[in-house]
C-alpha cells in the first residue's frame, strides 16, 4: 500500500513539468465569474433597497 507522503513527490513533479500556458490558465481568475458575481451582488443590493423603499416606517410614534 503507498500512503499519502509516496504519492506528494510525484504530484509536484507533475506540476512542475507543466508548460507556461497552461500555468497561466490555472493561475487566473475566469472574467465570465468575476462579471457575473458583480453582477449578482449588485442585482441583491438593488432588490434589497427596492423592497426596504417599499416597507413602511412607524412616523410619529414618539419615539424620539
Same mark, same amino acid.
Given at each position: !500500500?503507498?500512503?499519502? *507522503? @509516496? *504519492?506528494? $513527490?510525484?504530484? +509536484? +513533479? @507533475?506540476? @512542475?513539468?507543466?508548460?507556461? *500556458?497552461?500555468?497561466?490558465? /490555472? #493561475?487566473?481568475?475566469?472574467?465570465?465569474? +468575476?462579471?457575473?458575481? &458583480?453582477?449578482?451582488?449588485?442585482? &441583491? !443590493?438593488?432588490? /434589497? %433597497?427596492? &423592497?426596504?423603499? %417599499?416597507? $413602511?416606517?412607524? /412616523? #410619529?410614534? #414618539?419615539?424620539?
Amino acid at each position: !500500500m503507498t500512503s499519502h *507522503k @509516496d *504519492k506528494s $513527490p510525484r504530484l +509536484t +513533479t @507533475d506540476i @512542475d513539468i507543466r508548460s507556461e *500556458k497552461v500555468r497561466q490558465i /490555472l #493561475g487566473e481568475i475566469p472574467r465570465s465569474l +468575476t462579471l457575473w458575481s &458583480v453582477v449578482t451582488l449588485i442585482a &441583491v !443590493m438593488l432588490i /434589497l %433597497f427596492i &423592497v426596504l423603499y %417599499f416597507i $413602511p416606517l412607524p /412616523l #410619529g410614534s #414618539g419615539l424620539l
